[in-house]
Structures are given as C-alpha cells and as structure tokens.
C-alpha cells in the first residue's frame, strides 16, 4: 500500500528469500583453491565473516569471496570500503548524495513528464502511474488529501480488493509449498485483468461525469503547489515579472537557448534565498546539470510545452545512451555486435542522424507536432536514472550491513527493504506534494500489485523448464508466516479503517500505520534472533 510499513514489508518478504538465496547459493560448495582459510569440502564463508580475519587480509578475503560480489551496479564498494578506503567513509558519504539524486530526479523530471503523458493520453492520474510504473512503492503523506473525497471510494476499494486477491494467492502457494504452471500463469493473468479493470472504471467514470451522473473527482489539482517552480517561472511575483520582461520581442539565437535551459541557477532566486539554501543548491547542481542533459521535461502549462529546440535535440542522443548504458549496469550497452562495433555506438549514430533531422525541420519558437514523445523520452529516461541510484543505494546497505556484521534476514527485513524502496518512495511524495496525491495513491497499490503478480509469476516462468513445471518452495521458517500475516493483516485493517472513515484520512491513521510496522519489525526480528520461537513438543 501506500505506506512506509507495507513498503518495508513486501521488501523484506522477497527480500528475505533474495538475500538468504544468494548467501546459500554462494555458500554451497565453491572455494578458493590453496586459500588456508577454506576447508576443500567446506562452503565458502560469507561475506559478513570478512571482520573475523585480520585487517591486512581484509582486501583478499573481499576480492576473493564470491559472496562479496554485489548484484548490479556501477562502484565496488566493498573493494572500496575494504581496500582503499576507511570503512564507513565511503558509503555514508555517497548514500546521502543519492538521496540528492533520487529527490532531484522524482521531483523536477520523474513526476513532470509522467504528468504530461497522462495530458497527452487524456488519462485521468491515477491511471498513468498505475500503468506507466511498474516497481512502486509508497509514504505516508501520499494519502493526505488524494483519498479525502468519495471520489476516491472506487479506486480504493479496486485496487485493495486485488491487493488481497494477489496476497491470498501468496498464501496459498506457500502452503502448498510449490508453485505449478497453471498458478504462475495466474499471477501474470490476474495482473491483466487488474489493468483491464483500472481502464474499465475510469471509463466509466468519465462516461458518468460526461452524463451528468457523478460529480468530478480530483483528477487535476487545483493549483501548483511547487513554490519554487511558481518563482522560478516568475508567474506569482509580479515585481520580477514586469521587471525582467523584455520591452521589444527578439529572437533568441539557439546558441543562447541551449545556455538558459542548461542552467541549473536562478540568478533572482539566488539573491533572495538564505545561505544554507545556496549551499544546498550548490551540492545539487552537479545532479541538476546531469539531468537536464539527459532528460527531457515536457510542460503542458507553458505555451511552448517547454520546448527548447538544441537541448531537446541533444537530448534525442543523450537519452538512450543513458538507458543503454544504466540497464543491468551498462551489460547490453557496451555489447559488441559481432565482436566488432558497440551497442552504445549505434544507439550515438542513430540518435545523432534523428537529432540532425530534428533540428532542421523545426523553429525555436514553435514545438513540433510529435513533442509529446519527448515527455515518454524524458519518463524513461529519468526512470532509468531512479533505478540506476537505487540499484546503487541497495549495494550501499548491503555494504553497511556487512560491515556491522548483520544477518542476511536482518539486513532483508531492514537495510535491504528500505533500500530498495527508497526509489518510489521519493517519487510517490513527490507526485502528492506537487498536487497529484491520487497518482501517488494509485502509484503505490499499482506498484505493488505489479511486484507481486509478475513478479512471482514471470520469476517462476522463468525457472520452469520443459521437465520441471513445478518451482519448490521451502517457507520452513516462522519467520516467513510473520511477514505474510503481518502483510494480510494490514490489508484487511486499511480495507476496513479506510471506508469507515469516509475515505478521509488522517494523521491519526499513518500514526496507525507505522506503528503497526514498528511492532511488526520488532516481532520479526525477535523471531530471527529466535526470542520468539514455536514450542516444540
């Protein structure tokens, strides 16, 4: 749901059986041949093991442990912690950078061209991000005023009811302990459904309003409520507006279009805003300028859509190199076709002959027809980026829990959860705090309702094989019956707290919330460190 605590807790329950994958997959017979610290009949130890040895063997126990390698991304950073730097430094100073980036990329790129895609498709905005994200997630804030209306009864009630359909499912596979064809292929069929009947009811409900049935719901919000963007484009300040208005019209050259729109700084702003709010401003302009070279924002408000001829054309090169180049870590990007020519390459040429051909037959002053591709464009492009950080903010916890020696369950149930929901997080409280509360509360059902539907299901397709239609489970753990529980409970709390307050929720309610999810953790890790465990006869 759209919470913290539910967040966490479908986190934690794949995260769990990740992690504790990964370390028995690793751990399951490989080792280092002459290495004095490996039995040859032994496992590998874990990666956590690395403070039991020496200081001086730290570097060649990490470089040499298959257990140490981390999925995904761009930095080692257990090589960096262990052998170059102090350990510590490094993560803590890099995590808080990426928070800079994802906040930067959700708030001034992410939500703005997911707004103007749902524009463009006259799509109401629950339903955009419903369909347009998959991996989602959620905050508290984001239920502060989009479920405040009857208007958001349907949506509420749709979506709960398939959250707890995709989550009885669960149950009933661990249960059962396997998954067959047929339960796989359901999971991938439910999903589809879901998003037939998302498309179905906001069909008719616009049939409803255009009839004069059902009063509008809170599709737009009423006013913006981005204040810097509003003193930024000058809009609610006519004391810089008159004054920086030009007197005669004039033509700017493309040169001098490419140099404002690259510009991360408001020089009126700047004079305006306190000290800390420029030292700020000064650790994210680097992010800032990264972004607008490689992402493209679509604005339906303006009257040129935001539309700035030479950035958009470089954009039309630097977008899919950067897609290319942070999909699995830049894996199909520096692929060589047939041994000879690079992928990045191509993807340089093709953009490059596009963005020439963009360039002369368009104007300056007006946007072409087909701009509207520039905001899918610019959606994935900044997609990929939350997704590139994320993958990185994950290796950071991974690389703290292992060097405060945290279980792989532990490190699942919180660094790992967290972690990996950081990314939607900031998107869905940036969606409700710029007016589009319903599409941040769409976000985090339709998120979810994703991860576990094709997420079980195309993970198991993906691990059947002609001879074996059938994936075991092992949900031998107590541990594991916690969090499905404590997931279920939820959802049944929220499907009854939720309508008895008129779909007017409060502060008292994310009280609620994450409470709830603190006693939960707190359970779970009591169980994990086997406080609570059940009685054997």
């Not at 958009?312 to 290319?324: E, G, Q, Y």
């Not at 990007?333 to 093709?350: A, D, E, H, K, S």
């Not at 994936?471 to 279920?488: F, M, N, Q, R, Y």
């Amino acid at each position: 749901m759209g919470t913290l605590w539910v967040l966490s807790l479908a986190g934690a329950l794949s995260l769990r059986g990740v992690t504790h994958g990964v370390g028995a997959g690793s751990g399951g017979g490989t080792h280092t041949a002459g290495d004095p610290r490996v039995s040859p009949p032994g496992p590998a130890p874990q990666c956590r093991e690395v403070r039991k040895h020496n200081s001086s063997e730290w570097c060649r126990f990490v470089r040499g442990n298959p257990d140490c390698r981390l999925e995904g991304g761009f930095l080692d950073y257990l090589g960096g912690v262990f052998c170059v730097f102090p350990p510590g430094l490094l993560p803590a100073l890099w995590l808080l950078y990426l928070f800079v980036i994802l906040g930067v990329t959700a708030e001034k790129f992410f939500c703005p061209n997911l707004s103007a895609i749902s524009t463009n498709l006259k799509l109401s905005h629950n339903v955009a991000v419903s369909l347009g994200r998959g991996p989602g997630g959620g905050h508290t804030h984001t239920w502060g005023g989009g479920a405040g209306h009857w208007g958001g009864a349907l949506p509420f009630l749709r979506d709960a009811i398939f959250y707890m359909v995709a989550v009885f499912l669960t149950f009933l596979v661990l249960y059962l302990g396997r998954i067959t064809l047929g339960e796989a292929l359901g999971y991938l069929g439910l999903y589809v459904f879901y998003v037939f009947a998302v498309v179905l009811c906001t069909w008719i409900h616009r049939r409803q309003r255009g009839d004069g049935l059902a009063p509008p719901g809170p599709w737009e919000p009423e006013m913006p409520t981005d204040a810097e963007e509003r003193e930024s484009s000058g809009t609610n300040s006519g004391d810089y507006g008159e004054e920086y208005r030009p007197l005669l019209p004039y033509h700017e050259t493309s040169l001098h279009i490419l140099a404002s729109a690259l510009s991360p700084l408001d020089q009126r702003k700047w004079r305006r805003k306190p000290w800390y709010w420029r030292l700020f401003k000064v650790f994210k302009v680097p992010v800032e300028l990264v972004l607008l070279l490689t992402v493209p924002v679509v604005d339906p408000d303006k009257d040129d859509l935001n539309w700035k001829r030479p950035l958009n054309c470089l954009h039309i090169v630097t977008s899919p190199l950067l897609c290319v180049l942070t999909l699995k870590s830049g894996a199909y990007g520096l692929y060589q076709i047939q041994g000879i020519f690079p992928v990045w390459g191509l993807v340089m040429l093709v953009g490059s002959v596009l963005a020439i051909i963009i360039f002369l037959t368009t104007t300056n002053e007006e946007p072409p027809k087909y701009h509207c591709v520039f905001a899918f464009l610019g959606f994935l492009a900044s997609a990929m980026w939350i997704n590139a950080a994320a993958t990185e903010l994950v290796n950071i916890l991974r690389t703290l829990g292992i060097i405060f020696q945290l279980s792989n369950t532990v490190l699942g149930l919180t660094l790992l959860a967290w972690g990996n929901s950081i990314g939607d997080t900031f998107s869905d409280l940036t969606m409700a705090r710029q007016g589009y509360p319903r599409m941040a509360f769409s976000a985090c059902f339709g998120g979810i309702i994703f991860n576990i539907l094709v997420g079980v299901g195309l993970g198991c397709l993906l691990q059947m094989t002609s001879s074996q239609l059938v994936v075991k489970l092992e949900p031998d753990s107590l541990l594991v019956w916690i969090l499905a529980g404590a997931l279920g409970l939820s959802l049944v709390f929220s499907f009854v707290a939720v309508p008895a307050q008129c779909f007017q929720l409060g502060k008292a309610y994310g009280v609620c919330l994450i409470l709830y999810y603190l006693a939960f953790l707190c359970v779970a890790l009591l169980t994990e460190f086997r406080v609570i465990r059940l009685a054997t006869a």
